[in-house]
Nanobody
Framework: QVQLVESGGGLVQVGGSLRLACEGTGRTFSTYAMGWIRQAPGKEREFVAAIRRSGGNTYYADSVKGRFTISRDNAKNTVYLQMNSLKPEDTAIYYC??????????????WGQGTQVTVSS
């Protein structure tokens, strides 16, 4: 089991950047594939990005490809989401999540509490 805590959200202008971080507790962090999922007001949760346990492979939703970068540091039990060229439609609560195998869906076993990202135009 792993517990996840996100940080780094906030208010940013269109075209700006933010870096989200998610720290996991426990010695098993490196055994989990990690993902970032977001949920905008009135909408369903949406897959954003995922990374394999080793960090060797990354995956992105088409809507963020080329603008967002997922990475992880297993020594720090932390996964990151670097978000550049932000758009108003990126406004959402961002969750990090963990599961034993990588997925490009929102089907994860463990979730953080979420961090709000607001992009103002």
């Amino acid at each position: 089991q792993v517990q996840l805590v996100e940080s780094g959200g906030g208010l940013v202008q269109v075209g700006g950047s933010l870096r989200l971080a998610c720290e996991g507790t426990g010695r098993t962090f490196s055994t989990y594939a990690m993902g970032w999922i977001r949920q905008a007001p009135g909408k369903e949760r949406e897959f954003v990005a995922a990374i394999r346990r080793s960090g060797g492979n990354t995956y992105y939703a088409d809507s963020v490809k080329g603008r967002f970068t997922i990475s992880r540091d297993n020594a720090k039990n932390t996964v990151y989401l670097q978000m550049n060229s932000l758009k108003p439609e990126d406004t959402a609560i961002y969750y990090c999540a963990a599961r034993t195998g990588v997925t490009l869906s929102t089907n994860y076993d463990y979730w953080g509490q979420g961090t709000q990202v607001t992009v103002s135009s």
